[in-house]
């Protein structure tokens, strides 16, 4: 099965610039959440979806990030614009409720290292 | 508020040698979930175990064993025979229970085994 895919892998633009991620999360899966890595201030979550539906968008970082997920196979984080700060690793992931109250593993996507100049 | 600790920022062995990467983690929950992840110079996150508070027995997968005890809140890694391609940051992580498990994740061990 597929894992957890994420487009482009690399991405390289300026300062002032509209980027756009995109995930498509494991087939039947339920949730998905975007991660931001850097050096500074580690893993941390920007929002998780579930059914399709924006649940925690606590940890997006201000109004120039956004992020949709139209259906169940696709999400998009967006960033507009883009600055040097935002250059960070962006993973998605995906995981399946199995029962109400249960916890299921986090599958995560390779990430796209974005790189704002 | 959840938090979770990897107070090793690095570790250097030499191969062979065995390892052990701690994990102490604090939660007013009193179910949770705990993970572990690794992260390859390659740069993907890969899921290694998930352990239920309820279940305090340790786990052996091969190389990888994980000592979960609920008493001193911590849940650490032992690798056995360490092999170059071990090499990683190895990330724990808690969950509180509920179909919105919020990773909380630790700042990560890189693990560099030389041989």
Same mark, same amino acid.
């Given at each position: 099965?597929?894992?957890?895919?994420?487009?482009?892998?690399?991405?390289?633009?300026?300062?002032?610039?509209?980027?756009?991620?995109?995930?498509?999360?494991?087939?039947?899966?339920?949730?998905?959440?975007?991660?931001?890595?850097?050096?500074?201030?580690?893993?941390?979550?920007?929002?998780?979806?579930?059914?399709?539906?924006?649940?925690?968008?606590?940890?997006?970082?201000?109004?120039?990030?956004?992020?949709?997920?139209?259906?169940?196979?696709?999400?998009?984080?967006?960033?507009?614009?883009?600055?040097?700060?935002?250059?960070?690793?962006?993973?998605?992931?995906?995981?399946?409720?199995?029962?109400?109250?249960?916890?299921?593993?986090?599958?995560?996507?390779?990430?796209?290292?974005?790189?704002?100049? | 508020?959840?938090?979770?600790?990897?107070?090793?920022? $690095?570790?250097?062995?030499? $191969?062979? $040698?065995?390892?052990?990467?701690?994990?102490?983690?604090?939660?007013?929950?009193?179910?949770?979930?705990?993970?572990?992840?690794?992260?390859?110079?390659?740069?993907?996150?890969?899921?290694?175990?998930?352990?239920?508070?309820?279940?305090?027995?340790? $786990?052996?997968?091969?190389?990888?064993?994980?000592?979960?005890?609920?008493?001193?809140?911590?849940?650490?890694?032992?690798?056995?025979?360490?092999?170059?391609?071990?090499?990683?940051?190895?990330?724990?992580?808690?969950?509180?229970?509920?179909?919105?498990?919020?990773?909380?994740?630790?700042?990560?061990?890189?693990?560099?085994?030389?041989?």
């Amino acid at each position: 099965d597929a894992g957890v895919i994420q487009s482009p892998r690399h991405e390289v633009t300026e300062m002032g610039q509209e980027v756009t991620l995109r995930c498509k999360p494991i087939s039947g899966h339920d949730y998905l959440f975007w991660y931001r890595q850097t050096m500074m201030r580690g893993l941390e979550l920007l929002i998780y979806f579930n059914n399709n539906v924006p649940i925690d968008d606590s940890g997006m970082p201000e109004d120039r990030f956004s992020a949709k997920m139209p259906n169940a196979s696709f999400s998009t984080l967006k960033i507009q614009p883009s600055e040097p700060r935002d250059s960070a690793v962006y993973f998605c992931a995906s995981s399946l409720a199995r029962t109400s109250g249960s916890t299921d593993t986090q599958y995560f996507g390779p990430g796209t290292r974005l790189t704002v100049l | 508020a959840q938090k979770v600790t990897q107070a090793q920022t $690095e570790i250097s062995v030499v $191969e062979k $040698e065995d390892v052990t990467l701690d994990c102490v983690y604090e939660t007013r929950d009193t179910t949770y979930y705990l993970f572990w992840y690794k992260q390859p110079p390659s740069g993907e996150l890969v899921f290694l175990i998930r352990r239920n508070s309820f279940d305090e027995q340790n $786990e052996i997968s091969g190389r990888y064993s994980w000592n979960f005890q609920k008493s001193t809140s911590s849940f650490n890694f032992t690798i056995t025979a360490s092999q170059v391609v071990d090499s990683a940051v190895y990330f724990c992580a808690l969950s509180p229970p509920g179909g919105g498990n919020k990773l909380t994740f630790g700042t990560g061990t890189q693990l560099k085994v030389e041989l």
